[in-house]
């Protein structure tokens, strides 16, 4: 077994059930204890630990021991963790610690290659789910039973470059180093409701919301995104977080509507009772360089017109000026108990059950519908 690394100085962190706020506040922590972090969203991160032996006088695991019980005190958070001479195996040793521990591989040539070897090939970085069944179709299921096979073979198998990196892949050579690099830039948005929601329609309102508030921000910005994610909280304080990666990046307010509404159905939420809505863009870039790609849809095209309107709008008179008429709380009939009471005859747009983030309007500003 070859390895370009001697030393077992690579932590794969992965941490349990984090929020994307946590997230990002954590690599604080980490970046106490070594400056050379890369995070690996949404939930993991890579620390080469070879400096902070020498300086914190620890081992590898007592320094991984170290983080994990900071995380604990200050997040709540739970961690899980793989120590390894490289990135891969590193890797490999965290997706099979138990959660909350740490995975040390041993220094042994001899015992890294027993334990390279007994892996299935799936879990090889480079080998997906077409190329784990074409593997398979020829016999090979272990990372072991590619390591015996020719390069020419596994080229064949594979194609000439992927070939050749699974073939050193396999032999325990991994030249990908640790780049320190910090969570991506994103825009977020999130929408609280007064009480637990139980209406899918309310629920859509406060994607519309926030698809409309990403949206412009985007556009002032100058920036398009690549990734939308949503984060649905519920009333027992559990989350799940969906992400998807558009086809091209944008900043058009439509196209984050229908992927927002495409994740929350994914969910298949029945009688699920819903406190809070995250939506996140994510992967920014300049919007100058980006090419539209013309749908020919007339009721897309005329939203892609109507937006440098709104926004114009939104500078001038502030952000919410403009705004979808489906977000104008809906008014109803008054009844004889609302005279008797004082209560007011109308609901006021500021009664509605979302609170709009980033979208706080004086009561007196004029509405206009869409």
Do not use: K
Request: with cysteine; net charge positive.
């Amino acid at each position: 077994m070859t390895n370009t690394n001697s030393t077992v100085t690579i932590l794969h962190l992965r941490f349990h059930c984090a929020s994307f706020e946590t997230y990002r506040e954590l690599f604080t922590v980490l970046g106490d204890i070594t400056p050379i972090v890369q995070a690996l969203p949404p939930d993991g991160a890579l620390l080469n630990l070879a400096g902070a032996t020498r300086y914190f006088g620890q081992s590898p695991a007592e320094l991984a021991d170290r983080l994990q019980t900071r995380l604990a005190a200050r997040y709540g958070l739970i961690s899980t963790g793989g120590v390894g001479p490289s990135r891969m195996l590193a890797t490999l040793a965290v997706d099979t610690a138990a959660p909350g521990t740490v995975r040390m591989l041993p220094d042994d040539p001899a015992e890294l290659e027993h334990f390279l070897r007994s892996r299935q090939v799936r879990a090889l970085p480079g080998v997906g789910p077409a190329l784990e069944r074409s593997l398979v179709r020829y016999g090979i299921e272990t990372i072991g039973g590619l390591a015996d096979l020719p390069l020419a073979t596994v080229q064949r198998i594979a194609g000439a470059s992927t070939g050749r990196l699974l073939h050193e892949r396999a032999h325990g050579t991994d030249r990908r180093t640790v780049s320190p690099a910090g969570p991506p830039a994103t825009i977020t948005s999130a929408q609280r409701f007064d009480r637990d929601v139980l209406d899918p329609a309310e629920v859509r309102r406060a994607l519309l919301a926030a698809a409309a508030d990403l949206g412009a921000r985007l556009r002032v910005a100058g920036q398009v995104a690549r990734t939308v994610e949503l984060q649905v909280t519920y009333a027992d304080r559990s989350a799940t977080t969906r992400s998807r990666t558009l086809r091209e990046p944008t900043a058009h307010t439509p196209a984050l509507q229908q992927t927002l509404y495409g994740l929350f159905s994914a969910l298949g939420l029945q009688r699920a009772r819903v406190r809070v809505v995250i939506a996140r863009v994510g992967e920014l870039t300049d919007g100058a360089g980006t090419a539209e790609q013309l749908t020919f849809d007339r009721s897309i095209e005329d939203a892609r017109t109507l937006e440098p309107v709104i926004d114009r709008t939104s500078r001038r008179f502030g952000t919410g000026a403009v705004r979808p008429a489906a977000l104008l709380a809906p008014r109803r009939r008054p009844s004889p108990s609302d005279a008797v009471s004082g209560r007011p005859l109308f609901r006021g747009s500021g009664d509605s059950p979302a609170s709009l983030a980033h979208c706080t309007d004086p009561p007196e500003r004029p509405r206009a519908r869409l």
